[in-house]
């Protein structure tokens, strides 16, 4: 099964984003995490059965960094959660879609992920995420 898991907005400051995405929601973010290898702070909110995840960079040569440089703030990614990842990434190389890394990565909200390049997908970065099993 896939479903929407979240949309990333990159934001330049989660000090100004958070309380705007608050009062437009009407409540308050349910977790801020780092991701230090990525380079970015994240802040999610739940909204219906999906969430918004707001994306700010920790350095200069993060990926958020860059895209905010490029194309300012706003959409960055959209989430799509998968039940078997290896299956979903196989399925996909076979339907001719590119990846950027076929080797899923700890991400925030206690997920692993990939991302699909944007040239195979219409410009839209697309990231497969699956709830990391803990023992």
């Given at each position: 099964?896939?479903?929407?898991?979240?949309?990333?907005?990159?934001?330049?400051?989660?000090?100004?984003?958070?309380?705007l995405?608050?009062?437009?929601?009407?409540?308050?973010?349910?977790?801020?995490?780092?991701?230090?290898?990525?380079?970015?702070k994240?802040?999610?909110?739940?909204?219906?059965?999906?969430?918004?995840?707001?994306?700010?960079?920790?350095?200069?040569?993060?990926?958020?960094?860059?895209?905010?440089?490029?194309?300012?703030?706003?959409?960055?990614?959209?989430?799509?959660?998968?039940?078997?990842?290896?299956?979903?990434?196989?399925?996909?190389?076979?339907?001719?879609?590119e990846?950027?890394?076929?080797?899923?990565?700890?991400?925030?909200?206690?997920?692993?992920?990939?991302?699909?390049?944007?040239?195979?997908?219409?410009?839209?970065?697309?990231?497969?995420?699956?709830?990391?099993?803990?023992?």
């Amino acid at each position: 099964m896939i479903k929407i898991e979240h949309l990333g907005i990159a934001v330049k400051s989660l000090n100004d984003a958070d309380p705007l995405f608050a009062r437009l929601l009407g409540k308050d973010n349910y977790k801020t995490e780092e991701v230090e290898r990525e380079g970015v702070k994240t802040s999610f909110y739940h909204i219906g059965e999906s969430k918004i995840e707001l994306l700010e960079a920790t350095r200069e040569d993060s990926p958020i960094a860059k895209f905010i440089d490029k194309r300012g703030e706003g959409i960055h990614h959209i989430a799509l959660a998968v039940d078997d990842m290896e299956a979903e990434i196989q399925r996909l190389k076979t339907e001719g879609f590119e990846f950027i890394s076929e080797t899923p990565k700890d991400g925030a909200d206690n997920k692993r992920v990939v991302f699909l390049h944007p040239k195979s997908t219409n410009g839209v970065l697309v990231e497969l995420c699956q709830e990391k099993v803990n023992n």
